[in-house]
Structure formats: structure tokens, C-alpha cells
């Protein structure tokens, strides 16, 4: 496994680094914090580059990359970090789709995906919040031409600015099936939830009507095959998580090398170095394990395990970092214009997605067999 980004990767590299100079400045992302700049605002610079379709096949009108090459543009997006819907609709909806959807879904959807004119945002999670097949209580109800649906669907990445939701419901028994539903349609209310968390939303459902033809691939269970597409977008997420662990970190070291107590600067006082010792150990360890669950996913090997270690390292390190980032930052750490804040409310927005620390390490135990 060579870990070494090869010369396209520090190509787009370098264009997502462009991009955040020259789009998303930390000025500009305190502003979409602060809710002063909408973050829609952003989207065509994200288009443009391509990365909406880093994973969508050249002849569904996306790049056709690797898991490896979308590892590196994610990652460079969390250092920001960014937010908005590049990951919700250009990986894990993509994904979605190409796991669970028919050739003419993939068709009529995948493209719209990759050149940002269709923003989708996947609807699993409900207010008794899991990613289990059993957290799925909405039910779909049977219709002469197709389904209703009625329901909540609770903390959902990106579910404001989505233009189409694919929903998770309950088709009969212990079926789930997945259904692609205009965010604009009768019966659908979305809104945007307050608190700590970054973009997430509540997606009502009061009657929707869909046809037979909203249903993923026309299967009355799709969560195998959604899981499939759940577990590659996990490791992408890592990735994002680990760009911000990155960014945490540096602001960390700038700041305990500027930082001036008792006539010397504070990096040299021991339970400084502590916390910053803490926050590397978090980075590399999150940082190496995504790597190989990437490689693993794009060399075809058996990536279960892997990708279980590398999101519980991803998420439970950003979220620990942050505290020990805060710890060194004492006051300033708080004030928003500072931009610590920024990796604070992520870490905690993503803490839970795609399944929290203890859900990946019951994976990872089963799929050692432990």
C-alpha cells in the first residue's frame, strides 16, 4: 500500500486549495456559520471543480475517480471546513443510487448529481435515532399507483438546500426500500434544526404521494445494498474528518508558538504539549486508517473492518481533539471569528453520522468475528 499521493491527487489537491483561498476563506465560512451568507451561495464554485461527481461514472457525466481520489478532495474540504451538501448529494446519494438504483434512475439522477443541478440529501434517521434496519419505522403505504408516505425523519445532512430526498421507509415486514422524493412536493416540510449541530434538518412527510417508479431500483428491500453504499461513503466521510483534525491541529501549534505567558511561549509548558501530543495521536492514527480503508475499497479487497476502524478513529478523534483544542486555545477558542469554533459544532454534527463510535467498533467486532 503506497500512501503517497501520486501526481493526479496533488492536482486536485491543489484545486480544492485554490478553491477554499479563493470561495471559502475562514471569513466566509464564519459568515455561512453565523447564518449572514447562505451557504447555497458556495455551490457553483463546488460544481465547478467536479468534485459532486469524483464518484459518479464518466458516462453518468461525472469524473469516474477512485475512492483514493475523493479521500484527498474531502479531506481537503474539512480542513475548512465546508459546509454544505458536496458530501450528502455528490458521494453518499451517488453512491446510493449506483448501489440501489435501476439504470434509468442512475441515468435520469446521476448526472444532475455530478453538475450540482440536483442536490439530493439521504433521509434514514428518525427520532429514535440509529442506522440499523430496525431505526427504520416510517412506513410506506401501499396505493393502487404507488406509495404513500407519512412520517419524521430527524437530524438529515443538508436537507434544506436538497432539491430531492431519497427516503428510507418500511415496504412490508421487515423490507426497507428507498424512495426518491422532490423535496418540493405536496406533503414534504423541511427545516432547518437549532443548536450546536452544522446543517442539519427535519424532513416531514404528510401523505406524499410517490409512483411505482420513486422506488430505488423497483426493490421492496434495498438495505443490503444500501449498506454496501453506506459503508464506502463512510470512509469518505473519515476522510473529512481527518482534513478537519488536520486544521485543528495546526491552529493548535500556530497558536501555542504565538501565544506569549510568563515571558515565554505557552508550547513550552508541559500539559500544553500534553493536549497537542493528544490531538496527533488522534490525526495519525484516524489520518493512516482511512487511507488503507480507501486503498482497500479501491484495490477490491475486504474493506469491512477497515472502514469500521477508520470512522470510529475519524469521528471520536475530531470530536476529542476539538475539546483538547479548546483546552489549549483557553478564551479565544470560544469567539467565533476565531474559526476553532467552526471544527467544534462539525465534530459534533458528525459525531453520530453514518453511525457513531460504538456502532462502528459492534461492526468492526462482527466483521472479525469477535
Same mark, same amino acid.
Given at each position: 500500500?503506497?500512501?503517497?499521493?501520486?501526481?493526479?491527487?496533488?492536482?486536485?489537491?491543489?484545486?480544492?486549495?485554490?478553491?477554499?483561498?479563493?470561495?471559502?476563506?475562514?471569513?466566509?465560512?464564519?459568515?455561512?456559520?453565523?447564518?449572514?451568507?447562505?451557504?447555497?451561495?458556495?455551490?457553483?464554485?463546488?460544481?465547478?471543480?467536479?468534485?459532486?461527481?469524483?464518484?459518479?461514472?464518466?458516462?453518468?457525466?461525472?469524473?469516474?475517480?477512485?475512492?483514493?481520489?475523493?479521500?484527498?478532495?474531502?479531506?481537503?474540504?474539512?480542513?475548512?471546513?465546508?459546509?454544505?451538501?458536496?458530501?450528502?448529494?455528490?458521494?453518499?446519494?451517488? *453512491? +446510493?443510487?449506483?448501489?440501489? #438504483?435501476? &439504470?434509468?434512475?442512475?441515468?435520469?439522477?446521476? /448526472? $444532475?448529481? !455530478?453538475? @450540482?443541478?440536483?442536490?439530493?440529501?439521504?433521509?434514514?434517521?428518525?427520532?429514535?435515532?440509529?442506522?440499523?434496519?430496525?431505526?427504520?419505522?416510517?412506513?410506506?403505504?401501499?396505493?393502487?399507483?404507488?406509495?404513500?408516505?407519512?412520517?419524521?425523519?430527524?437530524?438529515?445532512?443538508?436537507?434544506?438546500?436538497?432539491?430531492?430526498? *431519497? +427516503?428510507?421507509?418500511?415496504? #412490508?415486514? &421487515?423490507?426497507?426500500?428507498?424512495?426518491?422524493? /422532490? $423535496?418540493? !412536493?405536496? @406533503?414534504?416540510?423541511?427545516?432547518?434544526?437549532?443548536?450546536?449541530?452544522?446543517?442539519?434538518?427535519?424532513?416531514?412527510?404528510?401523505?406524499?404521494?410517490?409512483?411505482?417508479?420513486?422506488?430505488?431500483?423497483?426493490?421492496?428491500?434495498?438495505?443490503?445494498?444500501?449498506?454496501?453504499?453506506?459503508?464506502?461513503?463512510?470512509?469518505? *466521510?473519515?476522510?473529512?474528518?481527518? #482534513?478537519?483534525?488536520?486544521?485543528?491541529?495546526?491552529?493548535?501549534?500556530?497558536?501555542?508558538?504565538?501565544?506569549?505567558?510568563?515571558?515565554?511561549?505557552?508550547?513550552?509548558?508541559?500539559?500544553?504539549?500534553?493536549?497537542?501530543?493528544?490531538?496527533?495521536?488522534?490525526?495519525?492514527?484516524?489520518?493512516?486508517?482511512?487511507?488503507?480503508?480507501?486503498?482497500?475499497?479501491?484495490?477490491?479487497?475486504?474493506?469491512?473492518?477497515?472502514?469500521?476502524?477508520?470512522?470510529?478513529?475519524?469521528?471520536?478523534?475530531?470530536?476529542?481533539?476539538?475539546?483538547?483544542?479548546?483546552?489549549?486555545?483557553?478564551?479565544?477558542?470560544?469567539?467565533?471569528?476565531?474559526?476553532?469554533?467552526?471544527?467544534?459544532?462539525?465534530?459534533?454534527?458528525?459525531?453520530?453520522?453514518?453511525?457513531?463510535?460504538?456502532?462502528?467498533?459492534?461492526?468492526?467486532?462482527?466483521?472479525?468475528?469477535?
Amino acid at each position: 500500500m503506497d500512501l503517497l499521493l501520486n501526481e493526479q491527487q496533488r492536482m486536485l489537491q491543489s484545486t480544492i486549495q485554490d478553491l477554499l483561498r479563493r470561495d471559502f476563506t475562514k471569513e466566509t465560512l464564519v459568515a455561512i456559520d453565523a447564518g449572514s451568507v447562505d451557504v447555497a451561495q458556495g455551490w457553483p464554485a463546488l460544481a465547478s471543480t467536479g468534485l459532486l461527481g469524483s464518484l459518479v461514472p464518466e458516462e453518468h457525466g461525472g469524473v469516474g475517480g477512485s475512492f483514493g481520489d475523493a479521500g484527498v478532495l474531502f479531506e481537503e474540504l474539512g480542513r475548512g471546513p465546508v459546509p454544505g451538501a458536496h458530501f450528502s448529494s455528490g458521494v453518499f446519494a451517488a *453512491l +446510493v443510487l449506483q448501489e440501489c #438504483g435501476s &439504470e434509468e434512475q442512475q441515468a435520469a439522477h446521476l /448526472p $444532475a448529481i !455530478a453538475s @450540482g443541478d440536483e442536490v439530493f440529501a439521504v433521509a434514514v434517521t428518525e427520532p429514535e435515532y440509529g442506522w440499523e434496519r430496525s431505526d427504520v419505522q416510517l412506513v410506506a403505504e401501499r396505493t393502487s399507483n404507488g406509495y404513500t408516505l407519512s412520517g419524521v425523519k430527524l437530524h438529515i445532512p443538508d436537507a434544506v438546500q436538497a432539491t430531492h430526498l *431519497l +427516503v428510507a421507509a418500511r415496504t #412490508g415486514g &421487515e423490507a426497507v426500500g428507498l424512495f426518491i422524493v /422532490p $423535496a418540493d !412536493a405536496p @406533503g414534504v416540510a423541511c427545516r432547518t434544526l437549532s443548536g450546536l449541530s452544522t446543517g442539519l434538518g427535519e424532513v416531514l412527510l404528510d401523505g406524499v404521494a410517490v409512483g411505482e417508479d420513486a422506488l430505488l431500483g423497483g426493490a421492496s428491500d434495498a438495505w443490503d445494498a444500501f449498506e454496501r453504499a453506506m459503508l464506502k461513503a463512510t470512509a469518505v *466521510l473519515s476522510a473529512y474528518q481527518v #482534513g478537519g483534525l488536520e486544521s485543528v491541529f495546526q491552529m493548535c501549534l500556530e497558536y501555542s508558538r504565538t501565544r506569549r505567558q510568563f515571558q515565554q511561549p505557552i508550547g513550552r509548558f508541559q500539559r500544553v504539549q500534553d493536549h497537542i501530543i493528544d490531538i496527533v495521536n488522534h490525526l495519525d492514527a484516524a489520518r493512516w486508517t482511512t487511507y488503507e480503508a480507501l486503498w482497500k475499497l479501491d484495490t477490491g479487497r475486504p474493506a469491512e473492518s477497515g472502514v469500521h476502524m477508520a470512522a470510529a478513529l475519524a469521528s471520536e478523534g475530531y470530536y476529542l481533539a476539538c475539546n483538547a483544542a479548546h483546552d489549549v486555545h483557553a478564551g479565544v477558542g470560544i469567539v467565533r471569528e476565531y474559526g476553532l469554533t467552526l471544527h467544534t459544532r462539525m465534530s459534533r454534527t458528525l459525531y453520530h453520522h453514518l453511525g457513531s463510535p460504538r456502532y462502528h467498533r459492534r461492526r468492526l467486532a462482527g466483521a472479525l468475528g469477535l
